[in-house]
Structure formats: C-alpha cells, structure tokens
C-alpha cells in the first residue's frame, strides 16, 4: 500500500475517533449540547479555567477569563469611532463608551446600564450624533439584568421614553436558585451556582436587598407598561429558566416580546462568537428588532 494512502486511512481513522469521541461528550442528563459547547467545557476543564476565584479581585478574574477565552472571540467590530466620557450620576460621575458606527448619520444611541446615563443620553443624544426618540437599553446577563431594572426605573419615575429593551441569558431573580435550570446546570456547565452565589453576595450582599425588583426585577409587583422586550436564553444556562419567566410575565403584561432559546449552549455564548455561530443570529435578531422599533 502507498505511503499516500497509509496516511490517509489514519487521518479518516482520526476523524471518525474524534467525531465519536465529542459525539459521547455532548451526550447530557438534561440532554444534548452543541458540539461547540461540549468542546468549550473540556477546554475549560483542560485549562483549569475558573469563571471566578474567591482569592482574586473581580477584575483580576476578569482579566484571566478575558486572555483565556480570546481563542473563541472574533476580532472587535471596525468603528467610526470609540469615545469614553463621564456622565453626571446621582453620587459620582459615570464611565460612558460611546460606539460609532460607520453608516449613517442619526444613530440608535448605545446607552449605558444607569437610570442616570439615561437621562443624559436622552438630553444630550445630538451632541455624538444619536437621536432621543431612539434610545434602547441592552446587556447580557448581569448587563441584562440592569437593563431590566433601568426599563423600569424609566417607567415609575417617568423618565424619557425607551424604544425598546435587549435582554441576553437575564439574571431577574437573585432571591432563589431553584429553577430546574440552576439545579440541572448547578456545576460542570460554566457557569456555576457556586459563581452565582458569589456574584450576588459581592452584588447584593444584605440577603434583604433579594427580593428588591432593583435586584430581582422578575418580582417587581407589575411589569406593565414597559418596553417592547427581545429576550434571548441558552438552553444549558442556569439563568434560563428566570429568563423565560420574564419573557412570559412581561407577555401577560401586554408587553410585545420577541423571545429565542438557542437549544444546546451554554451562558455568554454571546461575546464567543467564533465559537458559537448561534451568538450572530442572536445578534441579528436583536438588530432587526430594534431597527423595527426605531422606525427604520
């Protein structure tokens, strides 16, 4: 037999062990994960990659987590422009990142996670080129979260009108984690209970501040009257069950929502976007949602 043809049979025999072997790995109590998924979690396990580490400050964890995940992260988006500022907020000024886009010229504005950068991005939308009648609120996770209790602190103290709010993978109840999601994805899923009950002592660290809709906007007593909401889930997030919760609360409101679980990945798929192709169509639908939304 050719030397060619030895190799090649090797390679094929490769191929076959590896598509079996990451077949077995995504093969789950709580049913089957994206292939992309099940490989991210041997990496993490191979890396010893934690999300968080009691013995290091938050942003050196997020520093570590940041340099480790690159692999997975596509390149920044080519801006027009980047401009950090500070904002007037209620005890200190604010960080605030302008993002420009390169086509048009009015914006959808990018708008922070505070009550107080909202106002100013309402009152001062057509200093960077924004417009005030097309301002949004949008984060993931704990970003989502804040997003959530910006909409309606922007309800009840009647502040400017928002268009719209984009909720990826929402944390919206920090009083209990005992969905079938936080007890399915407890450990070995990315992101952990453990995690989860440090984010929140370091958070919210008086138990009574739980069940505050500031903290838990799922059980603020109405959820009428808010925002036209997209909400996007993943499928083996511990968060997903509260996020779908929300979704629905806000549906019985009467508020429109535009909702997707991505089936089989895992939380902040988002931000791996060379690994996950699901956080592009998360994307787009986002987009064209808010592009719906802003008249456009």
């Not at 598509?19 to 041997?42: E, F, S, Y």
């Not at 080519?78 to 950090?84: N, T």
């Not at 301002?135 to 959530?148: E, I, T, W």
Request: hydrophobic share 45%; with cysteine; charged share 25%.
């Amino acid at each position: 037999m050719k030397a060619w043809m030895i190799v090649l049979l090797v390679v094929a025999a490769l191929a076959v062990f590896l598509v079996i072997v990451v077949n077995q790995w995504c093969a789950t109590p709580h049913g089957r994960l994206d292939w992309r998924a099940a490989v991210m979690l041997k990496y993490i396990r191979a890396a010893k990659i934690e999300l968080f580490r009691e013995s290091d400050p938050p942003e050196e964890s997020r520093r570590i987590n940041r340099e480790k995940s690159r692999p997975f992260k596509s390149r920044p988006l080519d801006l027009a422009g980047v401009v950090d500022r500070e904002v007037p907020g209620p005890d200190d000024s604010l960080p605030m990142r302008i993002y420009t886009p390169k086509s048009g010229t009015v914006l959808p504005t990018a708008v922070d996670d505070a009550y107080a950068a909202i106002l100013w991005v309402s009152g001062n939308a057509g200093t960077f080129g924004g417009d005030p009648a097309r301002v949004a609120v949008a984060g993931d996770s704990a970003g989502a979260n804040l997003a959530a209790v910006v909409s309606q602190l922007v309800r009840d103290r009647q502040g400017p009108r928002l268009a719209g709010q984009v909720l990826f993978y929402p944390a919206t109840d920090e009083s209990r984690f005992d969905t079938k999601s936080h007890v399915d994805f407890a450990e070995g899923y990315y992101l952990t209970r453990k995690c989860l009950e440090i984010f929140r002592s370091l958070y919210a660290p008086d138990r009574a501040d739980w069940t505050s809709s500031l903290v838990s906007p799922l059980l603020a007593p109405s959820l009428a009257n808010l925002p036209p909401a997209v909400v996007v889930t993943a499928g083996f997030d511990p968060l997903r069950d509260e996020g779908e919760a929300y979704a629905e609360r806000l549906e019985a409101s009467g508020v429109p929502v535009v909702r997707k679980r991505y089936d089989g990945i895992l939380h902040g798929f988002l931000t791996l976007d060379r690994l996950f192709p699901q956080a592009d169509d998360a994307i787009s639908l986002a987009a064209d949602e808010l592009k719906r939304l802003f008249g456009q």
